[in-house]
T-cell receptor
Framework: NAGVTQTPKFQVLKTGQSMTLQCAQDMNHEYMSWYRQDPGMGLRLIHYSVGAGITDQGEVPNGYNVSRSTTEDFPLRLLSAAPSQTSVYFC???????????FGSGTRLTVV | AQSVTQLGSHVSVSEGALVLLRCNYSSSVPPYLFWYVQYPNQGLQLLLKYTTGATLVKGINGFEAEFKKSETSFHLTKPSAHMSDAAEYFCAVSVGQQAGTALIFGKGTTLSVSS
């Protein structure tokens, strides 16, 4: 089924470990974005991309890296995980020609 | 820069009562506005969106919202609450070029419905 696929669904990391959250879409959408959701804070934009090779920072980019080597994939990297990065992470994609966003089902990350 | 403020982190209504969830936005360009709902331990579901045209937007599950430029508001309403409406609701504004690139969300409003 067409959509946004996030892997893994759950992850536990130790402080200082690194990992990559994967996000892939098969709708040929130009725009992709990452969000974190924390209780009482809503969803906050981490990074976004308008196309392959082009990324930009959102509201809370510190501690996260992204790259966009293909249209389909937009991985989010945590280089040195911290407990403050414990959150639920959502990826979204969007076509440049319409207004609708497609969200993935999320990755629940716990950093201990 | 665009931003969204949701007034009231928690709203409680009785079943059958009017639901009103408030959202104010700040945008330097004509905004594209969205309401999403999230049920416990689930993902985001789009309720409705305003892009251009008619300022009263109808969405799913009987919800509607009115874009008021003069008040920079996009409040969500439903005439009669149902128990199944209990969830968290997020207002969002699209940022970036043309039809938008990403979303800036408000902090959310939890709706409780009592019988």
């Amino acid at each position: 089924n067409a959509g946004v696929t996030q892997t893994p669904k759950f992850q536990v990391l130790k402080t200082g470990q690194s990992m990559t959250l994967q996000c892939a879409q098969d709708m040929n959408h130009e725009y992709m974005s990452w969000y974190r959701q924390d209780p009482g804070m809503g969803l906050r934009l981490i990074h976004y991309s308008v196309g392959a090779g082009i990324t930009d920072q959102g509201e809370v980019p510190n501690g996260y890296n992204v790259s966009r080597s293909t249209t389909e994939d937009f991985p989010l990297r945590l280089l040195s995980a911290a407990p403050s990065q414990t959150s639920v992470y959502f990826c979204a994609s969007k076509s440049g020609s319409n207004y609708g966003y497609t969200f993935g089902s999320g990755t629940r990350l716990t950093v201990v | 820069a665009q931003s969204v403020t949701q007034l009231g982190s928690h709203v409680s209504v009785s079943e059958g009562a009017l639901v009103l969830l408030r959202c104010n936005y700040s945008s330097s360009v004509p905004p594209y506005l969205f309401w999403y709902v999230q049920y416990p331990n689930q993902g985001l579901q789009l309720l409705l969106k305003y892009t251009t045209g008619a300022t009263l937007v109808k969405g799913i599950n009987g919800f509607e919202a009115e874009f008021k430029k003069s008040e920079t508001s996009f409040h969500l309403t439903k005439p009669s609450a149902h128990m199944s409406d209990a969830a968290e609701y997020f207002c969002a504004v699209s940022v970036g070029q043309q039809a938008g690139t990403a979303l800036i969300f408000g902090k959310g409003t939890t709706l409780s419905v009592s019988s």
